[in-house]
């Protein structure tokens, strides 16, 4: 039994353990959700994942923790591993670090870009370009009465912005990063409602500040409150990150 055990081990050192703890914690984790375990009942034991997966107690016992941190189990000791339930708010809180980072990434090289855009907008927008950028605006708080995604209305504002430089360039760069430019990551899970139509509004509220400058030709006002809407987005993405560090520790 102990030259199985070392075996096992050394199986998963080849395979990659990290990789293996996502394979058996993503496993329990869609049989939790998808209804197949529910709230109270107790998983298999230690040795049956073992056996099932085909990987060490180690593997097992840290795909365990991971469920355990988010809220889906708990162990009890010497009875065994039993479900908390599968809330699906849970699960959103699971978002991937890697896919966050990047969007901060995005945020901090548009920063500048759209500062300058946003000023050169309020100097040398035409009147149609003005119009234009108001619709939009309308089509965002459209979206936020019908309950609706802001996202690609969020993308045609800054598109607009843009156009409104009259400088090709700034439209072609925000065109480079394509729909990447607004992130993907939720800050807000979609499941919380009233918090997701409360964050869409905060971003409706900062657009409206940018707007309303670029249509009273302030250029300064513009690039300050360009500034305050992508500097502030790129807190929240901070403080998510922040959060996901110390939630995964």
Avoid at 58 to 78: F, H, I, K, N, W
């Amino acid at each position: 039994m102990r030259g199985s055990g070392v075996a096992m081990q050394m199986k998963d050192r080849s395979k990659g353990s990290g990789s293996l703890v996502s394979q058996v914690g993503e496993s329990l984790r869609q049989a939790i959700l998808s209804g197949q375990y529910s709230a109270g009942d107790k998983l298999p034991s230690e040795h049956e994942l073992t056996e099932t997966h085909s990987v060490s107690r180690t593997v097992v016992r840290e795909a365990v923790a991971a469920l355990r941190s988010d809220g889906l189990v708990e162990v009890r000791q010497g009875a065994g591993i039993f479900v908390l339930g599968a809330d699906p708010a849970l699960s959103a809180r699971k978002v991937d670090k890697a896919r966050v980072a990047s969007d901060l990434e995005v945020l901090e090289i548009r920063t500048p870009v759209e500062i300058e855009a946003a000023g050169l907008a309020a100097l040398r927008r035409s009147p149609a370009q003005e119009e234009a950028i108001f619709e939009c605006h309308r089509k965002i708080l459209q979206c936020i009465e019908s309950d609706q995604s802001i996202r690609d209305a969020d993308l045609e504002l800054h598109a607009a912005i843009a156009e409104a430089t009259n400088n090709p360039l700034f439209r072609q760069f925000l065109e480079s990063q394509g729909s990447a430019i607004i992130p993907q990551s939720r800050l807000v899970p979609e499941s919380r409602t009233a918090e997701q139509t409360a964050y869409r509004k905060l971003i409706h509220r900062e657009h409206e500040a940018i707007v309303v400058a670029i249509s009273d030709r302030d250029d300064q006002a513009a690039r300050n409150a360009m500034r305050d809407h992508l500097v502030g987005s790129q807190a929240r993405y901070r403080n998510l990150l922040r959060d996901l560090r110390s939630f995964t520790s």
